[in-house]
């Protein structure tokens, strides 16, 4: 295990906390797993999910339930509309309880099975928790969602629907601590500021690089626009992206956008302190929050990319229109198509670039706002 701040190396574990290191200096960062060598880098092994990128993970062994092979849509009108060069959909919202986070949701239960753990926690307002039960289930292990009073009864059917047991409070992180002491294995980040999600677990998010390499012959597209809270899809994506850089399976990495719904890390990548609280209030709640990561502003750093603030406005009216195209989208998800359009208006996009959006969930358990 190693931090991307402070460079320090750490046994294997777990590491909720993050840097040990970095706590100690109050910069809080994740820490990520290293793999000394990977056999066989090009092999995709003849299985469906996760498992057909099984070497390339932390677990020899991953209870999957059916993630992963989303598929991809090219869309020449609307790039030809927004005057670029190529524009497609990583549709996330085919996994099987309808969201990205179904490729961490495996890896935590793995690793919570390796930490002889018997029970799982995660402070979700929706997607994590439905997703997290559906695998806890399907492990025959306890789940337990912490959620904020207001969650939506749509969620809470959805949540119960697939065996997680919910619990109320305001203050979801502090409650997910308190869990966590009494022995439950944490999904999620209960730390303020935060580090990430359970670092095994946001390593499934690799998986979504290496099917976008695998399904465009190693032809990069050179933006990707992700959807963001605190970064863990973008993160979990850019270190796969990463890796096939280093393998050589690419030539070039591509530029990642953090999409967001007011300025967070927008005001960090001007110089503020990313361990700052940053105000601002949103009813796309997926992507809500006021703090930002360390991995979140990393990642977009490294690749040389940008961060994008998009208005709750301008992701329902987007949401809109992909449902008159036939595409479901959660609001926070269609977010991207509003940054798309934001940044081909700006000039960072021109005619010569590729774009790829990250669509994170169907919104299949999200209430639609009919009024703004």
């Known amino acids: 295990m190693y931090c991307p701040?402070?460079?320090?190396?750490?046994?294997?574990?777990?590491?909720?906390?993050?840097?040990?290191?970095?706590?100690r200096a109050g910069s809080p960062a994740c820490v990520v797993p290293q793999y000394r060598s990977i056999p066989n880098w090009r092999e995709v092994l003849p299985s469906q999910g996760l498992t057909q990128y099984i070497h390339r993970l932390p677990f020899t062994v991953i209870p999957s339930i059916g993630e992963g092979n989303t598929p991809q849509w090219r869309l020449p009108a609307l790039a030809d509309n927004f005057g670029l060069a190529g524009l497609s959909v990583k549709n996330e919202g085919d996994n099987p309880t309808g969201s990205h986070k179904d490729r961490m949701s495996p890896l935590v239960i793995a690793a919570a099975i390796r930490a002889n753990a018997t029970a799982v926690a995660v402070a979700s307002s929706g997607n994590a928790g439905v997703s997290l039960s559906a695998a806890a289930r399907h492990s025959k292990m306890d789940c337990v969602i912490v959620a904020d009073n207001d969650m939506a009864p749509e969620w809470r059917d959805a949540i119960k629907h697939e065996g997680g047991q919910l619990v109320f409070t305001q203050d979801r992180w502090k409650q997910l601590k308190e869990l966590r002491e009494e022995g439950l294995y944490p999904a999620t980040n209960y730390l303020t500021p935060p580090v990430g999600s359970n670092c095994f677990g946001v390593e499934g998010y690799k998986t979504i690089a290496y099917e976008i390499v695998d399904s465009t012959e190693a032809i990069v597209p050179d933006w990707i626009v992700v959807p963001c809270s605190r970064g863990d899809l973008l993160w979990g994506t850019w270190l796969g992206f990463e890796e096939l850089f280093r393998y050589g399976a690419i030539d070039v990495t591509p530029r990642m956008v953090a999409v967001e719904p007011f300025p967070r890390l927008a005001r960090v990548l001007r110089g503020e302190s990313y361990v700052s609280f940053f105000s601002g209030s949103t009813r796309l709640r997926s992507i809500g929050g006021n703090s930002v990561t360390f991995q979140l502003k990393k990642a977009v750093e490294d690749s040389d990319g940008t961060v994008s603030v998009v208005s709750d406005r301008k992701a329902i009216e987007w949401q809109r229109r992909l449902k008159s195209w036939c595409i479901t989208a959660e609001s926070s998800s269609a977010s991207v198509f509003a940054a798309i359009e934001a940044l081909c208006t700006d000039g960072t996009f021109g005619k010569q670039d590729s774009v790829m959006a990250i669509l994170t969930s169907s919104g299949r358990y999200e209430q639609v706002w009919e009024h703004l």
Do not use: F, I, L, T
Not at 5 to 23: L, M
């Open 5 to 23: 701040q402070c460079n320090s190396s750490h046994p294997v574990g777990d590491y909720p906390e993050g840097c040990p290191k970095c706590a």
